[in-house]
T-cell receptor, first 116, second 111 residues
Framework: DSGVTQTPKHLITATGQRVTLRCSPR?????VYWYQQSLDQGLQFLIQ???????AKGNILERFSAQQFPDLHSELNLSSLELGDSALYFC???????????????FGNGTRLTVT | GQNIDQPTEMTATEGAIVQINCTYQ??????LFWYQQHAGEAPTFLSY????GLEEKGRFSSFLSRSKGYSYLLLKELQMKDSASYLC????????????FGTGTRLKVLA
């Protein structure tokens, strides 16, 4: 158990809808990262927060947004959903602000989103 | 720029040894991580190298050569449960706050 909690585990919704994915980092970790993984694809970095502030952005669509709250949990909002948004969405946390050699990422079990 | 390359797939036999290679081009190199990911599951941290040489952890070892931009993960006494994808990753350049992942090497262990 990595200590990172993601909810829900599975989400099935229709095109055009909006969903919210939730992540609670490991106790003591201030950084939260969001990744998207489509079937048989690599991990695509979406966005990173450290202690409530956005620190880095990857290939995140304008239809997607995220935030980290004062209690350090994070939410990823996906709107105007398209079939191609179907994927596994992982949250990961680490102790450091990011890009640190002594701070590996610890991943949650992911949310599997299916857009029909 | 930042780039990490790994072979897409490898196959090996139960009980054997397999070496999964990773080459990287990064500016401001800050270490290399290896993760294991079973299909549909979360990546789990295996090892980390920041200095040249071999780090051993039971059946798994990881090697780094900074001058060559090269790392490998060595898996010994392969078991069926080792069938998974193995991801090589590196922190991005200082100030980018990112981790860059390779696309992963899918390892199939055959009986």
């Amino acid at each position: 158990d990595s200590g990172v909690t993601q909810t829900p585990k599975h989400l099935i919704t229709a095109t055009g809808q909006r969903v919210t994915l939730r992540c609670s980092p490991r106790s003591g970790d201030l950084s939260v990262y969001w990744y998207q993984q489509s079937l048989d694809q690599g991990l695509q970095f979406l966005i990173q927060y450290y202690n409530g502030e956005e620190r880095a952005k990857g290939n995140i669509l304008e239809r997607f947004s995220a935030q980290q709250f004062p209690d350090l949990h994070s939410e990823l909002n996906l709107s105007s959903l398209e079939l191609g948004d179907s994927a596994l969405y992982f949250c990961a946390s680490s102790e450091s602000p990011g890009g640190s050699y002594n701070s590996p990422l610890h991943f949650g079990n992911g949310t599997r989103l299916t857009v029909t | 720029g930042q780039n990490i390359d790994q072979p897409t797939e490898m196959t090996a036999t139960e009980g054997a040894i397999v070496q999964i290679n990773c080459t990287y081009q990064t500016s401001g190199f800050n270490g290399l991580f290896w993760y294991q990911q079973h299909a549909g599951e979360a990546p789990t941290f295996l090892s980390y190298n920041v200095l040249d040489g071999l780090e051993e952890k039971g059946r798994f070892s990881s090697f780094l050569s900074r001058s060559k931009g090269y790392s490998y993960l060595l898996l010994k006494e392969l078991q069926m449960k080792d069938s998974a994808s193995y991801l090589c990753a590196s922190p991005g350049p200082p100030g980018t706050y990112k981790y860059i992942f390779g696309t992963g090497t899918r390892l199939k262990v055959l009986a």
